[in-house]
């Protein structure tokens, strides 16, 4: 599984590089328009790092594409959801794990929504939640 996510790492880096290099953008220019640092920018395509949730929806909104483009090799299309799962299955099960019963319910979750005894919600905005904390 380590290699997998190597390889997805690999494929967002090369996506960032021929998007901005598509569009003529520097990395600079990427950075500004995808409202993150230039730092930030260059350690996700050098691979360095990992972007969060909010920055890759940034970097998608910025090249004006969908976010599972920014993870598929040029040219595929998107996994299907039962693809996706089974990734994400294989992902958890391969996990070892403190809270046993989080992890049992991760895969549950997991098998329902493969099942179609369950659907798939957003997560709510991170915004809302600050606010009903105040």
Known sequence: M???LKNIKEILAQNLVRLREKRNWTQQKLADEAT????????????QRWPRPQQIKSLADAFGVDEYELFSPEGDRAPSIDEALTVLTRFVSERSS??????ANVLAGIEALKAGRASVHPLPDASNKKKRLK
């Open 36 to 47: 993150l640092s230039l730092r930030g920018v260059q350690q996700i395509e050098y691979k």
């Open 2 to 4: 380590i290699e997998v």
């Open 98 to 103: 403190d809270n046993a019963q989080g992890h």
